[in-house]
């Protein structure tokens, strides 16, 4: 056995060779899944990528089936600490099991965080993280404008502060106006807002669509893919090109 130190600095226990690996976050799914596919023998509902990914299913991230997870018998759970109740990841590991969490806010934390996390159980940094450090590696110098980024309606939330996406976004020229909001999720007004120049819709949480959501709105408003917004992972490599001619 070995161990390492996740995000939270907790300390997690790993066999020498790492076999069997349960991903209840989507983006670190389609991680492990690109780099070595044979690992995974279980992931939630919603782990979309890669289209062939055929294991057991799991629930979701807010209710994994944790006697399911159990069964498979993993040598390690991957979780993030927003996506998932850290009472179901006390739950596997009462049961005996590793759990590894992340915790990234920024674009520099999430490479940094998957370097730490592919690295520990499959030993090694794969080619796709080398080129998604290189495609965020140098600063914008682009015109800048002003967003507003809804991610729920009924009740409508937005992005604001310490955000991931809301980092990214910066990194391309897009500015949150919530930025400085009390909450990192606030609920706001399509009416009163500050000032701003357009709206990014994701299709996730919320699956925006260009007849769901631009309506509320006095701007412009740009629909993106929410794996490109808020995943990090192999995502990472294309998402800076894709979205900046989206919201250019």
Sequence with gaps: MRSARDDLEDTVTLPVDVTRVVSIVPSLTESIAVTHAS???????????PADLDVARV???????????????PDVVLANAEEN????????????????????TTVAESLDSLDRMLSAIIGDVP???????????????????????????????ALGRDTFAGDLLSRIGVDNVLSDAGERY???DPDVLP????????????????TDGPEAFTRP????????LTWYGPSLVEAR??????LR
């Design 127 to 157: 080619a796709w993280l080398r080129d998604a450090r290189t495609v965020w590696s140098s600063p914008y110098a682009g015109m800048r404008r002003r967003a507003v980024i809804p991610i729920w309606r009924r009740p409508w939330m």
């Design 59 to 73: 629930r979701g991230t807010k209710n994994p089936d944790l006697e399911r997870i159990r069964e498979l018998a």
């Design 241 to 246: 090109s894709l979205l900046s001619a989206q």
């Design 195 to 210: 000032d701003y120049d357009i709206v990014v819709l994701p299709d996730e949480p919320y699956a925006f669509s260009p």
């Design 85 to 104: 109740r850290a009472v179901d990841l006390d739950a596997l590991r009462a049961s005996g099991i590793a759990v590894w969490v992340t915790a990234p």
């Design 186 to 188: 606030p609920r706001i």
């Design 39 to 49: 690992l995974i023998v279980g992931a939630t509902d919603y782990c979309t990528h």
């Design 221 to 228: 408003a740009k629909c993106v893919s929410g794996r490109h």
